[in-house]
């Protein structure tokens, strides 16, 4: 049922994608132009496909918000292996994917790429370490190594479908813990080592969850809603056991 | 099933979390110890971080203790009059308890030393189990004939002797008020502190048992009641959703434990509780211990 409303929208922006695209060369479009966050959100799967007018690599990355992320370096004390000092990693993406057609080292030279941000690296441009000077100096490379492990980070250089001579199609697959805001996705088309044509589309991640709206006022409002949620719990466990003590005995 | 705990930014399963709270109440009920110092180490083991797995063993300590703790208000088992610089010790201890752990998270080494504390105190606590279920085995009925000394003449000579007519002695105030400061460091990580103060007003305060198991349970309460403020107020670190289902699971555990407690001799629950406590610390030691496959770790900013 999901594949054939897919194809079917795929179908219908094709016809008013095609005139645009001999403009422009390259036009893309989204499956969902926003995501809404629910209590029981476990992850989306959002399709960008386009036609492209030239023949060449198609290039497709996603950068979501930024999130802030805490690094720590295990130190050996003696025979144990503890945390060493914290560093606050602020501005770095939570997500970010690079996916093409064909693998970016092949189809753009390294400066090519670097200009137009197609590396984890510059994913990373904007991001700044916060923590005891010299703490862990290589946290940039750190930070992409564990986001790349963790799947946040992806580089898939065969994550582009060419399904003939114009169409394309890309599938992203959000995991549960992304975080609200604009996200970025920009589309490349790459001919002869340089980027040829290409289209930036925006995703929004909507709406949070009532999961995330509480969690926000335990920051804002830490105090009170310490006293809210300790009181609750008083007031839970004592109605509880009183009520299960009343249910027993009848 | 999965949830996902908005504070502690993790996907947990909700029958665990029931069951671990299950586990506790049994404990309380069937053992009379509080259980917090194992709910934490099997939280943590699960995912959630060190911080929020030990401030929400706080909150679920006020939840799982209100309804024993008024039943022993009721029938006369609490020394109030103990209870009081008793509480305001271990508000003190408590205070300190959080800003210790609020700085060691800051600096990233809270996890580090729970490891370590827990590893001490659960060996500790264990073997004393271990011996005393096993004294008790060979005893069987000889009862426990340790008389209490006389008071040691340091204790005798602090200001402010106060008679406390409920538990029959006379001690200066200022004894409960240090034992309490001391014992009220532990729910700071996550432990009640029960299974210190109910030896220590024992054998001490030279309370009669059945009273400082009350009075003990009261001032736990309110230490906790303090401690989970504080750690949501000061670490953003209580999990709401954390708390209560280890609350609803504990309360149903307290049922069973209090019908299992009847059929079974508790020496031998204490032995299996404390094989339980020794097998936690030694994987906390193999935590401490092992290489890690990357020498940096990741966890979740606080905004």
């Known amino acids: 049922m999901k594949t054939l409303a897919v194809l079917l929208s795929l179908a219908c922006a094709l016809t008013g994608a095609r005139a645009a695209s001999a403009a422009d060369g390259l036009t893309a479009e989204l499956s969902h132009a926003h995501v809404e966050i629910t209590s029981h959100f476990t992850g989306k799967r959002i399709l960008v496909y386009g036609v492209r007018s030239h023949p060449g690599t198609v290039i497709v990355k996603l950068v979501s918000p930024p999130e802030e992320v805490n690094l720590s370096r295990k130190i050996r004390v003696g025979p144990f292996w503890v945390n060493g000092a914290k560093v606050a990693v602020r501005g770095a993406p939570a997500i970010a994917y690079l996916s093409s057609s064909a693998p970016l080292k092949q189809a753009l030279g390294a400066r090519e790429r670097e200009r137009y941000g197609l ?24 930070l992409l190594r564990l986001k790349e492990r963790a799947g946040y980070y992806r580089v898939d250089g065969h994550g582009v479908d060419l399904l003939n001579r114009h169409l394309f199609r890309t599938i992203i ?45 335990a920051h804002r409002r830490s105090w009170a809603f310490g006293t809210a949620v300790t009181l609750l719990a008083l007031v839970f466990g004592l109605s509880l056991s009183i009520g299960l003590r009343w249910f027993t005995r009848a | 099933m999965d949830i996902f705990l908005p504070l502690a930014h993790v996907d ?124 008790a085995m060979r005893r069987r009925g000889a009862g426990s004939a340790e008389a209490p000394g006389a008071a040691t003449g340091f204790t005798s000579r602090l200001p402010w002797q106060t008679d406390f007519p409920v538990s029959g002695v006379r001690h200066s105030v200022l004894l409960p008020f240090g034992l309490g400061a001391a014992v009220g460091l532990l729910p700071a990580i996550g432990m009640g502190g029960g299974f210190v103060l109910v030896p220590l007003m024992i054998y001490v305060l030279k309370m009669p048992t059945k009273v400082a198991v009350g009075t003990s349970l009261f001032q736990l309460v309110f230490t906790t009641l303090l ?35 009847a059929m079974l001799p508790a020496e031998q629950l204490r032995l299996l509780l404390a094989v339980v406590l020794i097998g936690v610390s030694v994987k906390l030691l193999i935590g401490l211990l092992s290489m890690p496959h990357f020498p940096v770790t990741m966890s979740a900013g606080v905004q």
């Open chain 2, 12 to 135: 947990v399963n909700l029958w665990l979390i029931l069951s671990f709270g299950g586990i506790i109440g049994l404990l309380s009920s069937a053992l009379g110890v509080g259980g917090g110092f194992l709910l934490t180490p099997l939280l943590i083991f699960s995912g959630v971080p060190p911080i929020v797995a030990a401030a929400t063993s706080a909150t679920q300590i006020v939840g799982t203790s209100a309804a024993g703790s008024y039943s022993h208000l009721r029938l006369g088992n609490v020394d109030v009059k103990m209870a009081v610089p008793g509480l305001l010790g271990s508000w003190v201890g408590a205070s300190a308890g959080v800003w210790i752990a609020r700085v060691l998270e800051r600096g990233g080494h809270f996890g580090t030393m729970v490891s370590f504390v827990y590893m001490i105190v659960l060996t500790t606590v264990a073997v004393s189990m271990f011996w005393e279920s096993v004294n």
């Open chain 1, 173 to 217: 697959d959000l995991p549960a813990d992304i975080p609200i805001g604009r996200y970025h996705i920009e589309v490349y088309l790459a001919h002869g080592g340089r980027v040829v044509a290409h289209d930036d589309l925006r995703l929004a991640v909507l709406q949070p969850s009532f999961e995330r709206r509480l969690a926000r006022i």
């Open chain 2, 227 to 261: 401690v989970s403020i504080m750690q949501a107020g000061l670490n953003h670190a209580v999990d709401p959703y954390l708390a209560l289902l280890l609350i609803l699971g504990s309360i149903f555990g307290v049922q069973i434990g209090t019908r299992l407690s």
């Open chain 1, 119 to 142: 590396t984890l690296d510059a994913v990373l441009g904007g991001a700044s370490a916060h923590g005891p000077p010299g703490a862990l100096p290589d946290w940039r490379a750190a």
